[in-house]
């Protein structure tokens, strides 16, 4: 699937058919911050059952919605690892700690993305990102992308309010 | 000349990774110093000397608009350059800090490079 934007036909909905432009903005933020990539898509059933840490952040403007990440417990040491270029515990709460603030930044940092992304220039504004359980992203109805990185999955889902 | 380098974000995960990306960004730090609201990186400015501020803009307790316009209204305080850091890239937004008096602004995603060019721009060194 390519990750080249696509044309800037008029949509009555923006996040109708955009998953490259899903993995291109998680492709940027994982390359430049994670020092990390995308592999390729995977089934989303695939990568919903391997979901450890989630975050979702609500972007609000001329559109608003909310974009929620999931990653398997692999994705989320590894890329960890890579963002804080040093050694994460998995098992103690320290590790975990770190493991769940990362998860909120990348988040964060998709979010922005996606936002900027799909919608141009606002204004928006992006709310502080919230820890939320990896089972919400099984059901949601919005645009999905579900990838496997070199280390575990990742789950981006888009939501519009 | 070795920096003093102020590290305002309320996200220990994002200071840790500045802190990462600074070193690897070849410029010649001294000390980076944490504050991870706007009103605890005030108490760093009055007691220590700092070169240069990295400030995140959404925080609580005082987040980086507030730090912004209280840091230009001390005398002291309003000559330390200060660079924003933030997902939000809307030339607005820049515009917005920038007029509050941020001397530079660096949207996440960022690269070493990145940073490094955009701090040196901020602090007006050339050909460093």
Redesign the interface.
């Known amino acids: 699937m390519p990750d080249q934007p696509q044309s800037d036909q008029p949509r009555s909905d923006p996040l109708t058919n955009r998953t490259p432009d899903l993995a291109a903005a998680a492709r940027?933020?994982l390359e430049?911050?994670c020092f990390s990539t995308l592999v390729g898509p995977v089934e989303a059933a695939t990568a919903q059952s391997t979901l450890a840490l989630a975050a979702a952040v609500h972007y609000s403007g001329p559109s608003s919605g909310t974009v929620m990440i999931g990653l398997s417990g692999a994705a989320a040491h590894a890329l960890?690892e890579n963002?804080?270029?040093g050694y994460v515990d998995e098992d103690d709460a320290e590790g975990l700690r770190?493991q769940r603030?990362?998860t909120?930044?990348l988040a964060?940092?998709i979010?922005?993305?996606v936002v900027?992304t799909f919608f141009g220039?606002?204004?928006?504004t992006?709310a502080?990102p919230e820890e939320v359980e990896p089972e919400r992203l099984a059901d949601l109805d919005g645009l999905r992308g579900d990838f496997a990185l070199d280390e575990g999955m990742l789950s981006v889902v888009a939501v519009a309010a | 000349m070795e920096l003093n380098i102020l590290i305002v974000d309320d996200?220990?995960?994002?200071r840790?990774?500045i802190k990462?990306v600074l070193a690897m960004s070849g410029l010649a730090v001294a000390q980076t110093l944490e504050a991870s609201d706007g009103r605890q990186a005030i108490d760093v400015l009055k007691a220590q000397h700092v070169d240069l501020v990295l400030s995140d803009i959404?925080m609580p307790v005082m987040n980086g608009e507030e730090f912004l316009r209280e840091m230009m209204a001390n005398e002291t305080l309003r000559g330390t350059p200060v660079v924003v850091i933030s997902?939000?890239?809307?030339?607005?937004?820049v515009m917005q800090m920038i007029s509050l008096g941020a001397r530079g602004y660096v949207?996440?995603?960022?690269?070493p490079e990145g940073l490094r060019a955009e701090l040196e721009r901020a602090m007006g060194v050339v050909n460093a």
């Open positions: 940027r933020v430049t911050m960890t963002f804080l270029g770190q603030e990362f909120a930044e964060n940092m979010c922005g993305a900027g220039p606002g204004p928006y992006l502080a | 996200s220990p995960v994002m840790a990774f990462r959404n997902t939000d890239a809307r030339l607005d937004r949207a996440k995603p960022f690269s």
